[in-house]
């Protein structure tokens, strides 16, 4: 399930050219791809993180609610740890970037398909660089993000309803966690691992 029929042309052809295996259908966002898994309740699916409408993470967790038996591959040009954390978390059952080896893609729909998890080893090392994992805080995340768009401690404290010593604090452990020494760099390594997306 991708957005991007050129994706999904690449995609169909690999597909095609295996004699076991068939791509039963395509969906261009989440809604369309809950649709379909309804319908044609396939092997696996290579689900994209990024669509319109409704994201592939939000898709996944709803076809995995209606069918916790589902096998789902995260189909992504996302490569933050924190990005593969929330894929995995959310059920998934492999991780692939879009410009993986023809044959790696081919290993992991296999692999999934018979019931194990297949995380190839780029992606396991990404992970293993940040462990153990430190999650920010819904309100860090709050703040984080309106760091990332150029607001002062005041513009925030403003925005968010508080003081401007409590975001202080929040800016302190924002820094502390990302291991960063000003906000730049901590918006930059929060972009890097894939805790921000700038859209």
């Given amino acids: 399930m991708d ?30 791809a809950i649709e379909l898994y309804r319908e044609d309740r396939p092997d696996v699916v290579l689900m994209d993180l990024r669509m319109p409408v409704m994201d592939g ?6 076809i995995l609610r209606e069918f916790p038996d589902a096998k789902i591959v995260a189909l992504t040009t996302y490569e933050g740890d924190e990005d593969i954390h929330r894929a995995l978390s959310a059920g998934a ?8 080896m023809r044959s790696q893609l081919l290993q992991v729909i296999r ?21 153990p994992r430190i999650e920010l805080t819904p309100r860090e995340l709050q703040v984080l993000t309106l760091m990332a768009k150029g607001f ?9 309803g508080r003081t401007e010593s409590t975001m202080k604090v929040h800016v302190s452990n924002i820094l502390q966690k990302l291991q960063a020494t000003d906000r730049t760099e901590a918006v930059t390594v929060a972009i890097q691992r894939g805790i921000l997306h700038l859209e």
Avoid: C, F, W
């Avoid at 957005?3 to 369309?32: K, Q, T, Y």
């Avoid at 002062?152 to 968010?160: F, R, W």
């Fill in 3 to 32: 957005d991007h029929p050129l994706i999904r042309s690449g995609l169909r052809a690999v597909i095609a050219s295996e004699p076991d295996m068939e791509m039963v259908g395509e969906a261009a966002n989440g809604e369309e």
């Fill in 57 to 62: 993470l939000t898709a996944t967790l709803a």
């Fill in 93 to 100: 059952r492999g991780y692939l970037l879009k410009d993986m």
């Fill in 111 to 131: 692999t999934v398909q018979k019931g194990q998890r297949a995380i190839p080893a780029a992606i396991a090392a990404r992970l293993a660089e940040y462990v």
């Fill in 152 to 160: 002062s401690n005041p513009e925030i404290a403003s925005a968010l």
